[in-house]
């Protein structure tokens, strides 16, 4: 199914919602206290070497609040934006299903629970916090409401994955994605553009393995490097090369163009709070990046998949 028009001439989460609902749809970010098996010796120690203290859950929920808060909270600043749309509980901090399937049980139940308007569930996780007990309670929740499973991936690059401390391999991402669609939950993957190890050709790979895979949703992201993180330091140490502009608009456009053209593109870049920023200052005009990529897209009259080869 093809939701692309001529203002933007890719899949965008917003025309599939409305597709889909009929109406607006937001997600609203909640925190349910998690850690993550790259943080607690699991997998790993210290997690990926970008990450912030939240657990990328910059904007979420405040965890000391019970979900029934921070969602109100959250939900008034939503209406102030809109008067009308549905919404999606959506726990981002850290690895939303590192816990005993009982607590899972009840904090997914509690967040559909909050408001009638809740239509669905957005889980954010990483591969190695996957198992058939939890795969099992996934698949409850995919049967009583619109379930959407995101994973981390970053790269598929292995230096690069050594690099970041991501700490699982590309086998174990890809058999929870098989594992995931056999049971017919939806997949929506996180990759990362900027790592200086990597060329323009390396981030085009790895949306070409994904391209293989049966995902239905991408959220590209530009690489942020923050305070307080491993990453902040070593370029605060020692700076490395990030991308421009320019270059993050061309390599994003070249992904588009190559990617499978009925997944559903969540977003073209990432939010990093201003106060935590370091590099690169001009990521924080978020609209003027997302309409550098739109509009080398419209000045060679290309669109979404105009590439793609299966």
């Known amino acids: ?22 109406k607006k749809v937001f997600k609203i970010s909640l925190n349910g206290d998690f850690t993550c098996p790259n943080k607690d010796g699991k997998s790993g120690y210290g997690g ?28 008034t600043l939503m209406l102030n934006k809109w008067n009308d749309g549905l919404y999606i509980a959506y726990f981002q901090a ?44 996934l698949s409850e929740f995919n049967e009583k409401t619109y379930l959407q499973i995101e994973l981390g991936l970053q790269s598929i690059n292995e230096e690069t994955s050594d690099f970041i401390n991501r700490s699982h391999t590309l086998k174990c991402f890809d058999d929870a994605v098989e594992e995931l669609r056999r049971r ?12 200086h190890l990597e060329s323009k050709e390396d981030m085009l790979d790895t949306v070409r393995h994904l391209n293989k895979l049966d995902i239905q949703g991408i ?54 709070p201003r106060e935590s920023l370091i590099a690169p200052l001009w990521s924080l005009k978020k609209f003027v990046v997302m309409n550098e990529i739109d509009k080398l897209l419209r000045g060679r009259n290309s669109r979404q ?6």
């Not at 028009?5 to 025309?15: F, R, V």
């Not at 009840?106 to 795969?135: F, Q, V, W």
């Not at 990453?231 to 608009?249: R, V």
């Not at 070249?254 to 939010?271: K, V, W």
């Open 1 to 22: 199914m093809s939701l692309m028009t001529k203002e933007k001439p890719y899949n965008t989460l917003n025309a599939f919602y409305r597709n889909k609902f009929g």
């Open 48 to 75: 990926c070497i970008y990450c912030s203290e939240l657990g990328s859950g910059d904007f979420a929920g405040n965890k000391k609040l019970p979900l029934k808060d921070q969602f109100a909270q959250i939900k």
């Open 94 to 137: 850290n690895t939303n299903t590192y816990d005993e399937v009982g607590r899972l049980r009840y904090l997914y139940e509690t967040a559909l629970s909050l408001d009638d308007k809740i239509i669905g569930l957005s889980i954010g996780t990483r591969c190695d916090a996957l198992n058939d007990e939890i795969y099992d309670l």
């Open 184 to 195: 017919n939950i939806e997949v929506v993957v996180h990759i990362i553009n900027g790592f």
């Open 219 to 272: 959220k590209i992201h530009l690489l942020h490097i923050m305070k307080n993180t491993k990453l902040g330091n070593m370029y605060l140490k020692d700076p490395f090369k990030i991308l421009t502009l320019e270059e993050y608009a061309d390599i994003t456009a070249a992904q588009i163009e190559i990617l499978n053209p009925s997944i559903i593109i969540h977003r073209l870049t990432g939010d990093a």
């Open 305 to 310: 998949g105009i590439n793609y080869t299966k």
